[in-house]
């Protein structure tokens, strides 16, 4: 399982022009599961996710997590992380879960960061949807578990 988080002072995702999550101070989180990723690995990567320290303290260090900084977080699907693209000029896609369980382990990511307490707001999983974001430092990260 794959998360690429970015530190954002806004961020919304919209579906046929109407915005169906949206978050202030935070994190995006685009989640791509892969064929072998189970709940596990889903808790696994919601505590690193959540747990990382990437928000500024009163020293202007990284020092703080999400919920420290008072921060929501915004869960977008993006299969294409799940791509390889180690051959020619095409990405494959073969290491991507079955959409039915990949969305069963996106809902489940989304639930394990509800359960914390935090503000989760997600995307739709499998639409079109246009993502919006002003990435705050720019500050991005790249996650796997």
Not at 23 to 51: H, P, S, T, Y
Not at 70 to 87: I, M, W
């Given at each position: 399982m794959i998360a690429l988080i970015q530190r954002v002072t806004r961020a919304d995702?919209?579906?046929?022009?109407?915005?169906?999550?949206?978050?202030?101070?935070?994190?995006?989180?685009?989640?791509?599961v892969e064929k072998e990723?189970?709940?596990?690995?889903?808790?696994?990567?919601?505590?690193?996710?959540?747990?990382?320290?990437?928000?500024?303290?009163?020293?202007?260090k990284m020092n703080l997590n999400v919920q420290q900084a008072g921060g929501g977080v915004l869960v977008v699907s993006q299969f294409t992380l799940a791509a390889d693209t180690n051959k020619g000029m095409r990405p494959s896609f073969s290491g991507g879960a079955?959409?039915?369980?990949?969305?069963?382990?996106?809902?489940?990511?989304?639930?394990?960061?509800?359960?914390?307490?935090?503000?989760?707001?997600?995307?739709?999983?499998?639409?079109?949807?246009?993502?919006s974001l002003l990435n705050d430092g720019p500050v991005t990260f790249w996650l796997q578990v």
């Amino acid at each position: 399982m794959i998360a690429l988080i970015q530190r954002v002072t806004r961020a919304d995702v919209a579906v046929d022009g109407q915005v169906v999550g949206d978050i202030g101070n935070g994190l995006l989180v685009l989640l791509g599961v892969e064929k072998e990723d189970d709940e596990q690995k889903a808790r696994r990567l919601c505590e690193k996710v959540l747990g990382y320290r990437i928000f500024s303290d009163e020293n202007d260090k990284m020092n703080l997590n999400v919920q420290q900084a008072g921060g929501g977080v915004l869960v977008v699907s993006q299969f294409t992380l799940a791509a390889d693209t180690n051959k020619g000029m095409r990405p494959s896609f073969s290491g991507g879960a079955a959409p039915d369980k990949a969305e069963k382990l996106y809902e489940y990511f989304a639930e394990q960061c509800r359960a914390t307490g935090i503000s989760t707001q997600t995307g739709r999983f499998a639409a079109d949807m246009k993502v919006s974001l002003l990435n705050d430092g720019p500050v991005t990260f790249w996650l796997q578990v």
